[in-house]
């Protein structure tokens, strides 16, 4: 079966951290672009971040950049996202996703595969 599985969640303090991640069966991730996505309550599902499968630099949207890091590990199948100085603004469903594409991109249809989600909740 074919399928990604998030972990890592949780609830956590504004300026802490929490390192989500997106683990891979039935398929090799390595092979896959892989994103992550967000969706607030009542808000759209947003590009967060992205890895390509043709290497090149991961991409990080604009309210994450230099605070979330994305990393593949190829041994364990899997793809991390390092949270790092979280805000109250990143609470949200995380999820990951994996597209069989060139390079990075946020468009939601071009994802083939998609997790079931993490909650992140930050708040005091």
């Known amino acids: 079966q074919l399928q990604l599985v998030e972990s890592g969640g949780g609830l956590v303090q504004p300026g802490g951290s929490l390192r989500l991640s997106c683990a891979a069966s039935g398929f090799t991730l390595d092979y896959y672009t892989v994103g992550w996505f967000r969706q607030a309550p009542g808000k759209e599902r947003e590009g967060v971040s992205c890895i390509s499968s043709s290497g090149g630099s991961p991409n990080y949207a604009d309210s994450v950049k230099g605070r979330f890091t994305i990393a593949r590990d190829s041994a364990k199948n899997t793809v991390y996202l390092q949270m790092n100085d979280l805000k109250p603004e990143d609470t949200a469903e995380y999820y990951c996703?994996?597209?069989?594409?060139?390079?990075?991109?946020?468009?939601?249809?071009?994802?083939?595969?998609w997790g079931q989600g993490t909650q992140v909740t930050v708040s005091s």
């Open positions: 996703a994996a597209a069989m594409i060139i390079g990075c991109s946020y468009v939601r249809p071009r994802y083939h595969y």
